[in-house]
């Protein structure tokens, strides 16, 4: 019978993708050339078992693919990834009595350890990423935070921009940054990525800042110090860029915004009116999404030589960056969301 299959089996070996299959069609179209079960069975590298095996396959079913088969059953069983999903979803370790703010993959490791089932941080790994999770950085919410301040500052701001009259709106925010380079996010063939950050070099600079998150304005200005002298400079400097027109600054609550240097400039410069943030609501600050910003495209990845040359840098990126990118970066989006 396999002698009438001599042209159906060297079509087939021509067409054949797999590998293994091929081999098989091969051999078997030696055989049905006429050629000796053992010479056939030499030439391939198969014994002669095997070989009749394989003619017995196509006898019967005509084909000779791999069958499916079971495979190693998975580390983690549907009720281990439903309880991984609840876990995350809920994202409370205390509850489970790891001190933790978050879950890691480290710590999800040692939770399925104490009941008995051992797994690897990259099986949790691939598992959260099938499950649709994501790996991010945490954003702090704080404890302190009043909602109703929250929500009463959201729906002022939008009641007071529908009556600004051409005021220039300005959001501040100070932060400070080191001549050394942090860790940030790069590529690398190694099993690590290194950063030279020499800590003889720990000076700090403060960079005050405000943003327009309607034009892309941004005005900032650096100093060694954070005090009230220092935040009265930045106030001159806003004065400075809009003599004539009415400004109205959005910033926290820092005990140096209520000096009374703070409150002898303004007095004199009726034009600059600051207005109050929420406490602990960092997050509709749209100049904290623009230090983000900073630090992602510059300082995160570069080390300095003196607070000049961090200085210099600084304002030299400013310069660069498209008010259209400011005004992306310095969304308002969560106030808007909130005043809904």
């Avoid at 919410?141 to 529908?162: H, I, P, T, V």
């Avoid at 935040?231 to 600054?249: D, E, N, P, Q």
């Avoid at 960092?282 to 030589?305: I, V």
Wanted: overall charge positive; aromatic content about 8%; glycine content about 6%.
């Amino acid at each position: 019978m396999l002698e009438q299959d001599e042209s159906v089996l060297r079509e087939l070996s021509k067409s054949c993708k797999d590998a293994r299959e091929k081999v098989r069609l091969l051999a078997l179209h030696a055989l049905s050339k006429g050629h000796a079960v053992s010479l056939v069975a030499e030439i391939f590298c198969v014994d002669e078992d095997t070989l009749r095996n394989w003619r017995s396959s196509w006898e019967e079913e005509r084909g000779l693919k791999d069958k499916p088969r079971d495979g190693r059953p998975p580390v983690l069983s549907e009720e281990d990834e439903r309880e991984l999903k609840r876990l995350v979803g809920e994202n409370k370790p205390q509850n489970h009595g790891v001190n933790a703010s978050v879950w890691d993959c480290s710590e999800l490791v040692k939770l399925f350890a104490r009941k008995g089932k051992i797994v690897s941080p990259e099986t949790i790994r691939l598992a959260l990423r099938r499950l649709g999770g994501h790996y991010v950085k945490a954003i702090l919410a704080y404890s302190e935070a009043c909602e109703r301040e929250r929500l009463a500052f959201a729906r002022q701001f939008l009641k007071d921009l529908r009556g600004k009259n051409n005021a220039i709106v300005l959001f501040e925010d100070e932060m400070s940054a080191e001549l050394s380079a942090r860790k940030g996010y790069g590529w690398t063939f190694e099993k690590r990525l290194v950063v030279q950050a020499p800590q003889a070099k720990r000076e700090r600079l403060n960079l005050f800042g405000a943003v327009g998150p309607f034009s892309g304005e941004v005005i900032q200005m650096t100093s060694g110090e954070s005090k009230a002298d220092a935040f009265v400079r930045f106030l001159r400097k806003v004065a400075c860029a809009h003599s004539r027109k009415r400004v109205w600054l959005y910033l926290d609550n820092l005990p140096v915004h209520h000096s009374r240097k703070v409150k002898s400039f303004l007095e004199k410069h009726g034009n600059i009116v600051l207005k109050r943030l929420p406490r602990y609501s960092p997050e509709l600050n749209p100049r904290e999404y623009w230090h983000g910003f900073l630090r992602k495209k510059l300082l995160n990845n570069t080390s300095f030589n003196s607070l000049g040359e961090l200085t210099g840098a600084i304002h030299a990126f400013t310069r660069r960056v498209p008010r259209a990118v400011v005004k992306s970066v310095c969304s308002l989006k969560p106030i808007y969301a909130l005043a809904k």
